[in-house]
């Protein structure tokens, strides 16, 4: 391998020296070695470049030509400057390496992801230039200049002096930044740079400054250039930049640090052209085959990690790939640029490839380039700039650009536009840009178009395929005239400001920023036109204009598929100033006719969030149509939209009414399936001052299409008609401006208005005509009269509202004056009296209310009421229901249940039966406690807990409590109607029936011997028991009686009479309810308090009997020991502190208007307690059993109350199981009781064979067995004297059955 190449290094020299190697150029005049050895046969002078650099006087002449022999030649001497020659000419001797770009050391590496990569390689010269990088080369004023087969590594030297003549003309670059530069080339008339590498410069690799005649570059390479920036970076902000499609780009920005100046502006190749008038040669420039990769510039730093980007905002640069700068007074510089590649340059401007033009003509053409990966802030591709200050000495020469098969993909722009031609605003007017078989893909553009071109004069864009990826991508155009012709433009869109486009067979799909965005301009569509799939973030999917028009040419069908806009218009979007005038639609169809057009447009699935799923704006309705152009169409002009109508096809485009519309011009009334904008005057509404009114009301455009805004109101006294609506000629306008939708909404108006009736109107206008906004067809008027405050309200005048009456404020009523509703909760009752007076009572009877939150109307006044119950304090029950026993419901009744007194008459005589029967009575003591047991649990406990959770057995136990309070412990009625007043009157009567059918016994014993033995000894004792048991059931029955209150009233009188407590219907004591006040005062003064006091007081009135005043107590002598029969002597007044008992347990249970249950439980765990410590201490029965069973019964009260109590106040809810165990254990207690009774009697069964034959001797009037009567007195031969089992103990405890006749003892002893 080295002896081929020491052959070919010999071959070159021979060639060089001869002059025959025509690519070599002119003869070798020295050799330059890279190690001092030279070849001995050649000939010619041999020294290495620092020998030659240090002798440049006697070496560097002009015509030389210094060949650079293969190896690595050291250059450490810092600038060197060759000057004033005609020609100079180095070139390399020796082979080629190639090389992967990719290799290259990278000192700031920037990566995105693409679904392209590349191998990019170059061939790298073996004859090496290689710097201390602040070393350099400087070729000035030279005619002739030729770098051929060099690789040129590691340079860059200090030329800033040098360039500060032209710092102040360049538009865009601060020259004072560009320190270094490897190659500075100025004044070169013929430039020849031939298969040449510039490598890993600090600063430029190549800077050319008026470059004359007619230079080459080719085959060359420019990589890695300013790649040893130095910068002290610091972050002042990080953007996370989303897409539309969810991805994301993570873009910290970065300053550098002034203290530090270490920054360099660079790149790999520019060439400026400055202050020529001397010159009358057009320079030309030629660059072909070559690459420029990995360019930096100090403006665009890039970070280690992925996908980081720092821009310096104080340094904009140039094109670090390859930069044109044409700046002052010349006619016309030519640029062509072929077969050449740009890679992953970077820089703020044009990173790969950058052409500014200022007060000069330019010809450029760009052709079989292919640039990618480029990074700029804008225009990473390509920035082609014409500055825009004026011309004073140029004449007429155009400014042209020619991109021909031209690649530009793979770019990221941080800002804007992939590539960027900005000629807007120039003073001559006669620029060309071609664009022709070009591709533009891949290319990421987070704000804007990946292609834009801002320019006055035409733009032809032929055979060019458009693909970007990224954020947004697309074709911006500014004031241009443009031909797009077999065009396919894919996820791009087009940009335009005062141009004219013409769009001929061409398409645009998946543009995410409109496909064609237009200001001031015009565009024509022509042949088979498709713009499909794109999305316009704000308005015009396909179609954005904004005062441009659009002409349909014949022939054409245009297809307008799914795309869509955030805001309005999903296929076309129109904006125009002024109204009225020409349509943004022309069509320009010669042969073509309605019924058979040249023009076809396809509209199929476009959607638009706001308004216009199709069309949105260009007053279709009422535009000047331009019939000129359609003679054909109709004898006479039609309208725009009947052509529109007439060429348009509509395929799943959504609600008619959504199809096409424009801004709002006027309110239409609607319901959620209809819109109706034939009139202009709604329907008149009846309200109630502040009361909230809902106007249906939808906003539409052009042809009644649905477009959403805000809404303006003001209104007018009208009167009661609407002939003076429109006269309000100084409205009031109200700042709530509520917005409509897509859908029929409610304009919600809150009447602020006096307490007197009045009628004014509601007008309603959109906020976009706003400036119509008294020209009549825009208003819409809803009549409004309002009325005083309804029943329960009270005008305010401060905030002119209805609100609660005082009444009401006082029990914290809430009150809705829009529906007319107020809220109540607990057990506050809130309606009307029967004068119609407005009354509250915060104490509703128990389980008459319902106690949760009730919102009702006075008209719905039951609505508070539980259980089908309806007036005064839902005393009542609702028409056709009755009140049921055992609860406070209403329900269904019929006549037919009346049937059922006779089975609840028998029952009674049952009752009666058993209790003879078995002998259980109070006189023997074994229900005593079981008595006073249910007499309170029922009134105290059950009654005031919810039965909504009970099930069957839990219900037969209660039943069982209610049957020994001699209550039916059912839910039934007896008849139609029947009413708590007549409930009441049954529930008195039962108990006095009982007590009146013993009566009749105890009477009628009087006067029939076998009714006598059939009571015999037995009567008074079961007629104490009766009376004993319905003591209770009397007494609640008398106090429901005479409970009463007064409501609260609004009546300043204040002379509402009170009303009964049980049905707040019923005025207390008048009326009917008289008869049942007497009936109450004639139980209570007969019955209840003689009772009570007798048993209280009868050991004391026993005591004095001997008295002529007391004696006739002793007439009531068996009654009374009926009760006292259990106790010992001392406590005889014990049945007496049971009445009292009860009575003192019953009040609160009666009291307790609050209905909390907590108060009735508290009592019955104190007063128990206390009790049960007393009876405890004093054992006041004889029986030590009946003491045992009274204490059971106690305790079992007290435990279910506190169990309860407990429960309620720490979860706030009731378990049924606590009071079925307290039940079910004292009816397991009764039944033992029963037992033992049944015990007793049948054990005895000889006596009771003697009592059995008796009873059939005496009644049936016949004897079975002759021996069978025993003599009454032998049946008591029992005594105290003779008890030896618990069976003795219990039945001598018993007030015998068998008829003792044994006195008492003296009822005051002392034992």
């Known amino acids: 391998m080295m002896l081929y190449t020491q052959l070919t290094v010999f071959y070159l020299l021979a060639s060089y020296a001869s002059g025959s190697a025509k690519s070599a150029g002119p003869a070798c005049t020295y050799i330059v070695t890279p190690n001092g050895t030279c070849p001995g046969s050649v000939g010619i002078i041999c020294h290495t470049l620092d020998f030659y650099i240090q002798n440049a006087s006697v070496y560097f002449l002009s015509n030389s030509t210094f060949c650079f022999l293969p190896g690595v030649h050291p250059m450490s001497s810092g600038r060197f400057n060759v000057e004033n020659l005609s020609t100079v000419t180095f070139v390399g001797l020796g082979t080629f390496n190639q090389m992967s770009v990719e290799n290259k ?138 897409c539309n499609d969810g991805s994301y780009y993570i873009a910290p920005r970065f300053y550098v640090n002034d203290a530090v ?10 060439f400026i052209y400055d202050e020529l008038s001397n010159y009358s040669t057009e320079p030309i420039l030629n660059l072909s085959s070559c690459l420029f990769a990995l360019g930096v510039d100090g403006s665009i730093l890039l970070g280690i990690e992925q996908k980081q980007v720092y821009f310096n905002p104080k340094f904009k640069s140039m094109g670090t790939g390859l930069g044109i700068l044409m700046l002052h007074n ?86 804007y536009f992939g590539i960027d031609i900005d000629m807007s605003n120039q003073v001559r007017m006669n620029t060309v840009v071609l664009i022709e078989q070009c591709i533009l893909y891949g290319n990421v553009v987070l704000q804007s178009s990946s292609l834009s071109i801002s320019m006055d004069n035409p733009v032809t864009v032929i055979n060019s395929v458009f693909i970007t990826t990224g954020c947004y991508g697309g074709i911006g155009t500014y004031q241009t005239k443009n031909v797009y012709k077999n065009c396919s433009f894919n996820r791009t869109n087009i940009y335009s400001s005062e141009s004219d486009i013409d769009f001929i067979d061409s398409s645009v799909s998946n543009s995410l920023l409109s496909a064609f965005e237009l200001y001031y301009s015009h565009l024509r569509l022509a042949g088979n036109v498709s713009l499909i799939n794109n999305t316009a973030a704000s308005t015009g999917g396909a179609l954005d204009l904004h005062n441009s028009d659009v002409t349909f040419q014949a022939p054409l069908y245009s297809k307008f598929i799914n795309n869509s806009a955030v805001s309005s218009g999903g296929a076309i979007y129109t904006f125009t100033k002024g109204g009225n005038g020409e349509c943004v639609f022309q069509y320009n169809d010669t042969n073509g006719t309605l019924e058979n057009p040249g023009v076809h447009l396809y509209f199929e699935g476009n959607y638009a969030k706001v308004a216009g799923n199709v069309l949105y704006g260009g007053d279709v309705d009422r535009c000047s149509f331009d019939c000129t152009l359609v003679p054909q169409y109709s004898a006479e002009c039609p309208s725009m939209i009947t052509v529109f109508n007439k060429t348009a096809t509509f395929i799943n485009s959504g609600d008619p009414s959504a199809v096409i519309s424009s801004a709002p011009q006027s309110v239409c009334s609607c319901t959620n399936y209809s819109v109706d904008c034939s009139s202009s005057t709604g329907a008149g509404q009846i309200v109630y001052p502040g009361q909230t009114i809902n106007i249906p009301i939808i906003t539409v455009g052009q042809l009644n299409g649905i477009s959403p805004d805000a809404i303006l109101s003001y209104t007018c006294e009208v009167g009661s008609t609407l002939n003076s609506l429109f006269n309000c000629t100084t409205p009031v306008v109200s700042s709530n401006q509520q917005q409509t939708q897509q859908y029929c909404t409610n304009y919600v108006y809150e009447v602020i208005e006096e307490d007197y009736i009045h009628t004014f109107a509601i007008v309603l206008v959109p906020k976009t005509a706003y400036f119509n906004f008294f020209g009549g067809t825009l208003k819409y008027a809803a009549l409004v009269t309002v009325l005083p405050c309804p029943f329960g309200f009270i005008w305010n005048s401060t905030s002119h509202s209805c609100t609660c009456a005082p009444l009401l404020q006082k029990f914290d009523v809430l009150c809705d004056i829009n529906k007319q509703v107020i809220t109540t909760s607990g057990t506050l009752w809130v309606g009307n009296t029967s004068s119609g007076d407005l009354a509250a009572h915060d104490h509703c009877p128990y389980d008459y209310c319902n106690t949760s939150v009730i919102t009702f109307r006075f008209s719905d006044q039951d609505e508070q009421c539980a259980h089908n119950r309806s ?90 409590i209610d049957w020994m309070n001699l209550d039916l412990g059912i839910e039934t009625c007896f008849y139609d109607g029947m009413d708590t007043y007549a409930k009441t009157w049954l529930e008195l009567l039962f108990p006095v029936y009982l007590l009146a059918m013993v009566a009749a016994i105890i009477i009628g014993s009087r ?121 010992k002597d001392r406590y005889r007044y014990w049945p007496g502190i049971h009445l009292v008992l009860r009575v003192v347990l019953y009040l609160p249970f009666t009291t307790n208007v609050t209905n909390d249950i907590s108060i009735n439980l508290l009592a019955i765990i104190l007063v128990l307690s206390f009790y049960f410590g007393m009876i405890n201490i004093l054992s006041v029965y004889k029986n030590w059993f009946l003491n045992l069973l009274e204490t059971f019964f106690l305790v079992n009260m007290i435990f279910l109350s506190a169990a309860v109590f407990y429960t309620l ?17 004292a009816l397991l207690v009764f039944l033992v009781v029963v037992l033992c009774h049944l015990y007793i009697l049948f054990k005895h069964n000889q006596r009771f064979n003697t009592i059995a034959l008796e009873f059939e001797t005496r009644i049936m009037g016949k004897v079975n067995r002759p021996n069978a009567v025993v003599a009454y007195s032998d049946l008591n031969r029992e005594s105290d004297h003779n008890i030896n089992t618990v069976e003795d103990k219990l039945e001598v405890s018993m007030a015998d059955f068998y008829g003792s006749t044994d006195s008492r003892e003296p009822l005051m002893e002392d034992n």
């Open 1209 to 1225: 106040v720490t979860t706030q809810s009731f378990n049924w199981n606590i009071v079925t165990a307290s039940i079910l254990s």
């Open 330 to 415: 010349f006619e016309t510089v030519h640029i062509n640029v072929a077969n050449t590649v740009l890679y992953r340059n970077q820089a703020f401007y044009g990173g790969n490839l950058n052409f500014q033009v200022n007060q000069m003509s330019s010809d450029i053409i760009v052709s079989n380039v292919t640039s990618f990966r480029a990074i700029s802030l804008i225009g990473g591709g390509l920035y082609y700039f014409i500055n825009p200050t004026p011309y004073p000495t140029l004449g007429n020469d155009p400014d042209s650009l020619t991109l021909t098969n031209s690649t530009f993909s793979s770019d990221y722009n941080y800002d």
């Open 105 to 242: 050391v990278i000192t700031f590496n920037f990566t995105v992801s693409f679904n392209e990569d590349r191998n990019v390689t170059f061939l790298e010269p073996t004859a090496v230039i290689r710097c201390d990088n602040s070393s350099g080369f400087l070729f000035n004023n030279i005619t002739s200049l030729s770098l051929i087969n060099l690789t040129i590594a590691n340079c860059g030297a200090n030329v800033s002096e040098t360039l500060s003549y032209i710092q102040k003309t360049s538009p865009i670059i601060s020259i004072s930044l560009v320190h270094n530069v490897a190659v500075l080339i100025i004044n070169v008339t013929n430039l020849v740079i031939e298969t040449t590498s510039i490598q890993n410069s600090t600063g430029y690799g190549l800077m050319g400054i008026n470059i004359l005649g007619q230079s080459q570059i080719t085959g060359s390479s420019f990589v890695g250039n300013n790649q040893f920036v130095k910068s002290n970076l610091q972050l002042y902000d990080q953007t996370f930049t989303y």
């Open 261 to 270: 100046h270490e920054l360099y502006a660079g790149g790999n190749a520019v």
């Open 871 to 960: 007036g005064i304090l839902c005393g009542g029950c609702k028409p056709n229901l009755s009140a049921i026993f055992g609860s406070a419901q209403c329900k269904p009744c019929t006549y037919h249940y009346i049937w059922l007194l006779i089975p609840i008459l028998l029952m009674g005589t049952v009752l009666m039966a058993l209790i003879f029967l078995l002998n259980c009575t109070v006189s023997v003591g074994t229900i005593n406690g079981l008595i006073l047991f249910v007499n309170i649990v029922r009134p105290g406990v059950i009654n005031l807990l919810p039965t909504n959770n009970q099930n069957g057995f839990e219900k037969f136990l209660v039943v069982f």
């Open 1007 to 1127: 006067w029939s011997s076998k009714l006598a033995w059939i009571s015999k000894r037995n009567a008074v004792p079961v007629l104490a028991t009766l009376i004993l048991l319905s003591y209770t059931t009397l007494f609640q029955t008398t106090v429901t009686i005479f409970s009463f209150t007064r409501l609260d009233t609004d009546n300043s009188a204040d002379d509402n009479p009170p009303v009964w407590l049980a049905d707040g219907n019923i005025v207390y004591a008048q009326g009917r309810h008289a008869y049942l006040f007497i009936a109450g005062l004639v139980v209570t003064a007969v019955f209840i308090i003689p009772y009570t006091s007798l048993l209280l007081v009868a050991p004391l009135l026993q005591a004095k009997s001997h008295l002529k005043l007391c004696q006739w107590v002793n007439r009531l002598k068996p009654f009374i020991d009926a009760y006292q029969a259990p106790f």
